[in-house]
C-alpha cells in the first residue's frame, strides 16, 4: 500500500514542487478513520505543504502524510567526521539502482533523486523502515539531512519507540514507531 500512496503523491509534479524535500513523514495503517481516499491538501503555505495521501482496503486503512519544503534541496554535507553512536548497527545502503527503480515505479520526477549524487527519497527509507519494525500501525520520521546513494546507513534503537538514523555526514532521520504519549503518566504508567 506504501508504493499506491507514493503514486498518489506524484501527482504534485511541476516547476513549483521541483527540488523540494520531505521535513517529516507520518505513516499510518489500521482501521478507517478518514473519510476521504487519494491526495488532499491539509496545510499550504508560500514554502511548505502538507499533504495527506489515503487509501482504503475493506474496513482497513494507509495513510502517508507528508511535510514538504518546496524549492529546497536538504543539506547533504554536514562534516566529514560525524561520531557515529556506539550503539548504532549498520542499517543499509542505498544504490543508485535501488533509487531508480524506486522513483521509476512511484513517478517520482524530483530531479534531486537523480544523478550520480542522488538523494534517497524519504519514502524509499519509509519503506525499508517498514522492512525493519514490521509490526509497527504508525511511524513518524523527521528528517535533519539527506541521505545520498551509496552511504551507509547506522540504526541506533533508543529505546523501545524510539530511533535514529546515521550516515557519516550526520543524522538523517529520527524515528518514532507506535504512537507517542500524549504526557509524560502515559510513558511511566
Known sequence: MLMDLAKQ???LQGEQYSNSSIAKLHWQYGKNKYNETGLSILKKRHHFI?????????NMQARLETSLILHHIPRTTISDNTDI????????IFSLTDIADFIQNVGDKNPIHKG???IIPGILLLSEVLNTVMDSKEI???FNNAALAGQPLYWNQLNKNQAEVYS???????????KPAKNRRDIDG
Open 9 to 11: 503523491l506524484t501527482i
Open 50 to 58: 502538507k499533504t495527506a495521501c489515503t487509501m482504503k482496503k475493506g
Open 85 to 92: 553512536p556506539v550503539t548504532a548497527i549498520f542499517w543499509r
Open 116 to 118: 550520480s549524487n542522488a
Open 140 to 142: 513518524i520520521m523527521r
Open 168 to 178: 557519516k555526514k550526520g543524522k538523517v532521520f529520527n524515528l518514532i514507531i507506535g
